[in-house]
T-cell receptor, first 115, second 110 residues
């Protein structure tokens, strides 16, 4: 079985400050890792994903995440946040092999960016 | 280029009523799934399907039923609604490399 732990349920920061949202996972097999973002009263949007290759992956809006296999982590970072980044962020994991693409989510981290 | 379409967007049910949440995808994905989202709980898997005619239970299947007669459609049925089923429901369609989610159904059971 797989599991995902998001270590902070809420992260308040000031605008233009750096932020890190932490994610650790547990799995007995190789994994793909995802970060999804949910803006208030909206659905889930894929922010970035790690499938293979470079362990550092980036999104189009300045977020990045690094896959660390030895620490089983996939932390999300942004060097300077904006008010518009206020949202809930979900880390998720799935098996990298087979035909069952079951996605296991963490409980989410609410990022609040204050002026 | 609709992706995943969920209907309805909002629904209020009385305890004991039944209803079907509709989900359709136009990406020809074999894998589809239903999640419910509750505050502080993240998204929990209700049921999933790896192809037409094949369904299986997820983490929280009790009180829900699914079927998959076509690749495109994956409806979720609430057999006898209970207040504990008040939640936001998301349908998803996926390949191994990523999920596409519907916009969600906000269900309130009174």
């Amino acid at each position: 079985a797989q599991s995902v732990t998001q270590l902070d349920s809420q992260v308040p920061v000031f605008e233009e400050a750096p932020v890190e949202l932490r994610c650790n996972y547990s799995s007995s097999v190789s994994v793909y890792l995802f970060w999804y973002v949910q803006y208030p009263n909206q659905g889930l949007q894929l922010l970035l994903k790690y499938l293979s290759g470079s362990t550092l992956v980036e999104s189009i809006n300045g977020f990045e995440a690094e896959f660390n296999k030895s620490q089983t982590s996939f932390h999300l970072r942004k060097p300077s946040v904006h008010i518009s980044d206020t949202a809930e962020y979900f880390c998720a994991v799935t098996n990298s092999g087979g035909s069952n693409y079951k996605l296991t989510f963490g409980k989410g981290t609410l990022l609040t960016v204050n002026p | 280029n609709a992706g995943v379409t969920q209907t309805p967007k909002f629904q209020v049910l009385k305890t004991g009523q039944s209803m079907t949440l509709q989900c359709a995808q136009d990406m020809n994905h074999e894998y589809m799934s239903w999640y419910r989202q509750d505050p502080g709980m993240g998204l929990r898997l209700i049921h999933y399907s790896v192809g037409a005619g094949i369904t299986d239970q997820g983490e929280v299947p009790n009180g829900y039923n699914v079927s998959r007669s076509t690749t495109e459609d994956f409806p979720l049925r609430l057999l006898s609604a209970a207040p504990s089923q008040t939640s936001v429901y998301f349908c998803a369609s996926s390949t191994a490399y990523g999920y596409t989610f519907g916009s969600g159904t906000r269900l309130t059971v009174v």
